[in-house]
């Protein structure tokens, strides 16, 4: 267990409170307060290294971090950018966004590779410690969990199927209406169907063509939307829903094949 202690120590240090002291001698007495189960060469060891350089690591490791958010979550952090300049943070976005990641940190620490288990703990940590955001604009919850759905689609197991193509096309449109109906389909288990109090959907796809804001945030507009793959692309991509369709495919089973004619069966009872 000598090594592990080791190695605990030295991630300890690098990615929590850093050592302590301006000479190695008081660095090697607090870090053996702090550490009592390493040896004294396992102390000597870590006492050597430097302040400024640990500081080196701990940067690096934060900005990954920080990056990772930032390309999971573009449109929401423009939001909080912006909501934090209302508030009168004058911080340059980006290094308020280092802060926010070692915030994270100390609520949630990331101990995994996983990007969308630190798109998970990024969303849980907004909803519990930076309430002043989610009350200054509520949408930014919801834009957070729209973000969130398509990491999640993105990187989930596709459920086998047959690729969509241009003969496919050709194919179910020369089906009879009968022959049509009796086709089957499936919802995916990773498909998100979606009520929103704002109107998030429209909202993100706005800024990710103009990277603008609209200023100031827009009010409470509810939408109605799903979330599944592209056909062609297999890329996330958000469909609009009205009331009877979100309904009917709110009512539908997951991964379980269903008769094109269930669904309109579904749909118009649902409206």
């Known amino acids: 267990m000598a090594l592990a202690d080791f190695l605990s120590a030295i991630r300890a240090l690098i990615l929590d409170d850093g050592v302590i002291g301006a000479t190695a001698a008081d660095r090697r007495a ?24 640990l500081q080196v690591y701990t940067d690096l490791i934060f900005a990954g971090e920080r990056s990772t958010l930032e390309w999971v979550y573009p449109v929401s952090l423009a939001v909080i950018g912006q909501l934090r300049a209302d508030a009168g943070d004058g911080r340059p976005p980006r290094l308020a966004n280092f802060e926010l990641v070692r915030a994270l940190h100390r609520f949630r620490p990331w101990k995994s590779s996983s990007q969308r288990q630190l798109a998970a703990d990024f969303e849980d940590f907004i909803r519990a410690e930076r309430t002043e955001w989610t009350e200054a604009w509520p949408g930014i919850g919801e834009l957070i969990d729209l973000e969130r759905t398509e990491l999640d689609i993105f990187y989930a197991e596709d459920v086998p199927h047959k690729r969509f193509t241009a003969q496919v096309c050709e194919m179910l449109t020369a089906f009879s209406v009968e022959a049509l109906l009796a086709r089957s389909i499936l919802v995916p288990p990773y498909a998100a169907i979606r009520s929103y109090e704002y109107d998030v959907p429209e909202f993100a796809q706005r ?4 990277s603008a804001l609209r200023t100031p945030l827009p009010g409470s507009s509810p939408s109605l939307a799903a979330c599944g793959r592209n056909e062609t692309s297999l890329m996330p991509d958000w469909v609009r829903l009205d009331e009877p369709a979100h309904r009917a495919l709110d009512r539908l089973p997951r991964s379980t094949p269903i008769e094109i004619n269930g669904f309109a069966t579904a749909y118009l009872e649902a409206g």
Do not use: G, T, V
Not at 30 to 53: G, K, N, V, Y
């Open 30 to 53: 607090a870090l053996a307060a702090r550490f009592p189960r390493l040896s004294d060469d396992q102390l000597d060891d870590l006492a050597d290294i430097s302040p400024a350089r």
């Open 207 to 210: 800024f990710r063509k103009s």
